[in-house]
């Protein structure tokens, strides 16, 4: 019956979304069409979820009335132009408690300048690169509006780098787009392997531009300069035209990247030749616990699919409503300064479908932008795409989370 009524409140606010006084008004931006939807798309889906739920249970109380969310949409498309101007046109809102959302790297550096400057409240999720972060810590901001949610890309080069070491190879090629995600990408990857102590020799580094279609010169590079591994960087369909390339070219080596890996316009279009694909993620799609099953079950249902097209997006857009749901409760206020401020110092723990959220941020500090990031290398797990899904690419990861949720 819960569920059911989650459906009907959901498809409702899709479709038509009340407008009141007493609302918590919170926007969800990013690429709901082109190349990054199904990041975009499955985080607002995700989201929607979760602010539905929340709804039917009765909204927030706040000051002794309960409060609703609602939700106002915007597709940035992935546009860092189309991102500057919905910033600036979010920003410009008095009533606006917060923001969820954006994807592209570019789109927040062209318009998350707007929400500092007025003071609103931003969770970045599902992705955005190191920059988007790190310009603020190198500009010393002194107080921040901005948080990221999302496994920020040291842990996830770390997590490549470490991969392509502990399998003994010795020689790797980086392949990354031009896109400031990818540049940054390749720039972590590199800082990584200088970390952990030169073990990988880079034998060719290679860039592609969004909607090329043909890897095969930067390939035969890759391959005549003996690489043993490709370790990629990159977030649009691009990405299994290096799967389908390695194929065509025999190249049976193991293809390790950025989490953007495992969304369905890579493997849908990499088919068998994406098998055994490996990145970070931070949500497999997969009923290891009561609460998993639960999400993916209710995800199904609302948005009538058997599989989630970014499960990693939409989880994280799922639990960065509980989070920021969670602040306004302990603000009592939908005033976003006071929002960001219990963001910083959250006191009471907050059960996420990816884990149970403990002080996720703290108070801003320019010299440590991690203080703004909630992930940690411990709510992180290697994934493997197998025949069309993506799987753990390590059972005792699989078990960790089980032991994990049931404590």
Wanted: charged fraction near 20%.
């Amino acid at each position: 019956m819960k569920k059911t009524l989650i459906t009907m409140l959901l498809l409702g606010m899709l479709t038509a979304p009340v407008f009141a006084a007493d609302t918590i008004k919170i926007a969800i931006t990013g690429p709901f069409s082109g190349g990054s939807a199904p990041m975009g798309a499955s985080m607002r889906d995700g989201a929607n979820l979760a602010i539905a739920e929340i709804n039917a249970a009765g909204g927030i109380s706040v000051g002794g009335s309960k409060m609703q969310f609602e939700v106002i949409e915007r597709d940035d498309e992935a546009k860092n132009d189309r991102g500057a101007l919905i910033a600036q046109e979010l920003a410009s809102m008095s009533d606006l408690s917060g923001v969820i959302g954006s994807v592209n790297t570019g789109v927040v550096l062209a318009g998350d300048k707007h929400f500092q400057e007025k003071g609103i409240t931003k969770i970045i999720t599902p992705a955005a690169g190191s920059a988007s972060m790190t310009q603020w810590s190198k500009a010393g901001v002194p107080d921040l509006s901005i948080f990221r949610f999302a496994a920020h890309d040291g842990i996830q080069s770390e997590m490549v780098v470490e991969e392509a070491i502990n399998r003994k190879l010795t020689k790797v090629a980086l392949v990354y787009d031009s896109t400031n995600y990818g540049v940054s990408g390749r720039d972590d990857m590199l800082d990584q392997i200088k970390k952990q102590g030169n073990k990988l020799e880079v034998v060719a580094s290679e860039k592609f531009n969004i909607g090329d279609k043909d890897m095969t010169a930067q390939l035969l590079r890759a391959k005549s300069a003996g690489a043993q591994a490709i370790l990629i960087w990159g977030i649009g369909p691009e990405l299994a035209a290096f799967a389908n390339g390695m194929a065509k070219m025999d190249m049976k080596i193991p293809l390790i990247g950025g989490w953007p890996l495992s969304m369905s316009n890579f493997i849908d279009n990499a088919g068998k030749n994406g098998n055994g694909t490996l990145m970070p993620q931070t949500f497999i799609e997969e009923p290891i616990t009561p609460k998993t099953k639960n999400f993916i079950e209710s995800y199904h249902k609302a948005y009538n699919v058997t599989r989630i097209a970014s499960p990693v997006s939409a989880a994280q857009g799922y639990d960065a409503v509980y989070i920021f749901a969670a602040a306004v409760k302990q603000a009592q206020s939908r005033d976003t300064r006071k929002i960001k401020e219990a963001l910083e110092d959250l006191h009471d723990p907050v059960e996420g479908v990816i884990a149970t959220w403990k002080h996720p941020f703290s108070k801003w500090n320019p010299a440590d932008e991690q203080t703004h990031e909630a992930f940690r290398r411990e709510q992180v797990v290697m994934g493997m795409v197998q025949d069309g899904r993506v799987v753990f690419g390590n059972d005792c990861d699989r078990q960790r989370l089980i032991k994990n949720a049931s404590k």
